[in-house]
């Protein structure tokens, strides 16, 4: 089965900038489409971002463009977000998940990790 691991969560002040880490193990990476997630507190899990499985497609949803990259290291087995100019509203926890193609809707992903936390700070 597929597992998924996120890491890079912190407590952050505004405007800074963190780097999301999800590995994996069991299957490569190179069969998989990912996508990150984030839920804050109360409210529902909503999509950010997505990868294809070869690395050349990349999806941000609109309210995110320009503040957020996702990339892949094959070497090892990792995606990543980088996400710059934090802002409060970006607090929540952060899931990674595995699909068969790229998409920002939760509902088109079956693996997920347990997530990572985003404290943003005034």
């Known amino acids: 089965q597929l597992q998924l691991v996120e890491s890079g969560g912190a407590l952050v002040q505004i405007g800074g900038s963190l780097r999301l880490s999800c590995v994996k193990s069991g299957f490569s990476f190179d069969y998989y489409a990912i996508g990150w997630f984030r839920q804050a507190p109360g409210k529902q899990r909503e999509g950010v971002s997505c990868i294809s499985a070869s690395g050349d497609r990349a999806q941000y949803t609109d309210s995110e463009k320009g503040r957020l990259t996702i990339s892949k290291d094959s070497a090892r087995n990792a995606v990543h977000l980088r996400i710059d100019s934090l802002k409060l509203e970006d607090t929540g926890t952060y899931y990674c998940?595995?699909?068969?193609?790229?998409?920002?809707?939760?509902?088109?992903?079956?693996?997920w990790g347990q997530g990572t936390q985003v404290t943003v700070s005034s």
């Open positions: 998940a595995s699909g068969s193609s790229p998409d920002t809707d939760p509902r088109a992903y079956r693996s």
